[in-house]
Every structure is written in C-alpha cells, then in structure tokens.
C-alpha cells in the first residue's frame, strides 16, 4: 500500500509540472468499494481497493513511444496487489505504414455487451472477470498499411498470458480450490499466434468493417487435471472473423461473426454469430437522448462429443439481451447504461446497470448493480453486487 500511496503522489505532484516537448499524459487515481450478496460460504461479501491508471505518450518526428499501466491494492485480497503494464511499446510511422514493436492492448468488435471477436488480448480476471474490458497487455509485432478509407495490419502477438485470480475467499473467484494458474500450451508457450486483419469504411454509406484471420492459439482456454491440480489448457486454431456497425438514421445496426477450427482433438469446431441494433430518440426528455439496445449471441458446437460452450463456461451461448442507454447530454457527460441478458435453452439471467458522471472537470463518480443467476451446475453462483468507483482524473 505504501508503494502505490508513493507513486500515486509522484504522479499527482510531478507530472502537472512537466513541460516536456510531445509528452502527453493522462491519469486517474480513486477508490472501489463493492459489496456482494450471496449464499455462498467462506466467501467475502465486501471488496475495497485503491486503483492507480497512469498513460504516457511521447512524440517525436515519426516517432511514439506508448505506457500505460494500472496499479490495485486491495485491502482484503493479497491477489489484488499487482501492477498490470497494459502497453508499452514502439511505434515508427512510415509515409502510408507504421510499425509497431512492444507490448499492446486491442479492441476489435462491434456490439454493446460482449465481443466475441475480442480475442487479442487475455482476459484480467484478478481485475473483474465480468468486465471485458479488463485485459493483460500481450507483446506482439505489427505492421499496419493505410490505403484512402481502410488499412491492412499483419500482427504477430508472442507469449501467452496466464491468468491468474482473485483469492479464494473473494467471490469473483468461482475456480475449484485445486486451480493453478499454470499454463500448459500446445505447442511452445511463445509459439507466434498471428493475424491478419483488414478495416475499412465505406465511401457513401456510413459502414465500418472488418475482417480477421488467426492462426495460433485460441483465446478461451479448457481446464484439466495436472498431478493434483487443475491448470488451464491453451490450444491451436485457425479462425476467421468479421465485424460490422452500419448507421441508418438514428438507427446502429451491428454484427459479429466467426468460425474456429480447432487443432486440439479434445475441443470441438465451433461458430459464432451475433447481431444487434441500437435506436436513439433524441430530444426524449430536454436535451436528453435514449438508445434502445436489443443483441443475439449464438455460439454452436460442431461435435457434441467434444469440449463445448458448456465446458467452457460461456455466459453468452444462446442469449437474448435487451438494454438501454440514457444520454443526459449535460456539461458532466452524465448517462446511465442497463441490460438484461437471458440464455434462451436454460433461463441463465444476467442483469446490470451503471450509471457514471463526472464532478467538477476532475472527478468521476461510477455506481453500478449486478445481478447474476446462473443455471444449475454452472461454476458461477447467484449473487447480487453494488459498486461504487470515485476517481481523481488528470
């Protein structure tokens, strides 16, 4: 604790009072506190933790060089002490390219709720498994080409993250007491895993696009036994995937889709689909805006016989998720933002709802409610959960 009381005060003093040429900086410093019902034993109802987010950037003639990072303590989960370099890396522009050599986060897809064409980076469950925007920054090499209205980029990410969880008495922790969080890998653990992806956006019409193809190892990972534990198996595949948003009116249509052969005989084929739309009515109250949000996830299985949705625990397998967005459109950039998703085979139900605003040009409040009921049998449980977030922003 005292490290990050320390560098949040270098941070805060130092960095206000830099005039370095091309040095772009942004921050945050706050507090999380949560608090959880549930039925579960030898499990907190509360967590609390202190969040440092520092992102540097410095610029040079045709020349970036890019951190940022995040740093957690908590004060009852000892696995929540940890700094997260999320990015770190190089980047040289050319006249119509860039390369980039470091390490990275990414953010592919399209729809509100999930993205399951989201599959660069790895998942920080220690952070919040529910937020898929928690991620472990991955180190890759990345040649981009820019053409007039789209870019071609052939990335090679080296070294698989593991992922590591909370501790056992916090209730984002649903892993038996026998996980490890050792990784055993198909191939080599730095085997490259690569992909090639083409963006763009169309000319008359208001559509972006892209489309992706991966070879290496798979982002969802299968749990087996290894001596007396059970660690997380990564495995090979060859996928292609797409992703689209295109406005008509006051009207967002979206789509993902993908299909992944797998190399591993244990994990079957399997495909990927989702759809949704996002209609604003403006003016609905004042100057305040109201999105309706209506997504459908699918995830099928090739072979029953082999490792499926089911196995790995996937929340959004056959789901119907309905939600709203209330734009406040004040001088606080104010909204609140709530859905409810529900399995169609087995009644699965996810609800959430978050509302964010920010204080005085600095700060910023977050509160948010979730509700998870999980079928029968699953590894999650049924819990409600409040949290509040408050940050000083610089």
């Known amino acids: 604790m005292q490290k990050i009381v320390t560098l949040s005060f270098i941070v805060c003093s130092v960095l206000p009072n830099l005039h370095a040429k091309n040095l772009e900086y942004k921050g945050n410093i706050g507090f999380e506190s949560g608090y959880v019902d549930h039925d579960m034993e030898d499990k907190r109802d509360t967590q609390n933790a202190v969040r440092l987010e520092v992102e540097l950037k410095q610029k040079m003639k045709n020349d970036e060089f890019v951190f940022s ?10 696995n929540r002490r940890y700094l997260n370099v999320k990015d770190l890396y190089y980047k040289h522009n050319f006249e119509n390219s860039d390369l980039l050599i470091g390490r ?3 953010f592919w897809g399209a729809l509100e709720f999930y993205n399951h064409t989201d599959t660069f980076n790895t998942k920080d469950w220690r952070d919040d498994p529910f937020d898929y925007d928690a991620k472990i920054g991955a180190n890759n090499i990345a040649y981009t080409q820019y053409f007039e209205n789209s870019e071609l980029s052939l990335i090679a990410k080296v070294h698989e993250e593991r992922q590591k969880v909370q501790d056992s008495e ?44 991966q070879n290496g190892y798979d982002e969802q990972r299968y749990l087996a036994p290894v001596g007396a534990t059970l660690q997380q198996h990564a495995y090979l595949v060859d996928k292609v995937m797409a992703y689209a948003t295109l406005v008509s009116g006051s009207t ?37 805006d109201i999105g309706l949000l209506a997504e459908y996830y699918k995830y099928k299985e090739q072979d029953d016989s082999k490792l499926g949705a089911k196995e790995f625990g996937e929340l959004f397998a056959d789901d119907v998720v ?25 009644k699965e139900k996810i609800i959430s709802l978050e509302y964010n605003t920010r204080l005085y040009n600095k700060y910023k409040l977050g509160l948010s409610y979730q509700h998870l009921a999980p079928k029968e049998g699953s590894l999650f449980k049924e819990l409600d959960s409040v949290k509040l977030d408050f940050g000083y922003y610089f």
Do not use: C, W
């Open 252 to 288: 967002i249509y979206k789509t993902e889709v993908a299909h992944t052969k797998s190399d591993d005989d244990k994990v079957s084929d399997y495909s990927q689909l989702s759809l949704g739309l996002e209609h604003t009515l403006y003016g609905i109250v004042g100057k305040a």
């Open 104 to 106: 990275n986060t990414r």
């Open 170 to 213: 916090s209730v984002n922790n649903f892993m038996p007491s026998i996980y490890s969080d050792n990784l055993v890998t198909q191939k080599d653990r730095d085997r490259p895993t690569l992909y090639l992806k083409y963006s763009g956006s169309g000319e008359d019409t208001q559509i972006d696009y892209s489309f992706i193809y």
């Open 322 to 346: 309905v939600g709203f967005r209330y734009s406040f459109n004040d001088s606080a950039d104010s909204d609140i933002l709530g859905g409810v998703a529900v399995d169609r085979e087995n």
């Open 69 to 78: 990072g995040e740093g957690i303590v908590d004060v009852d989960d000892k």
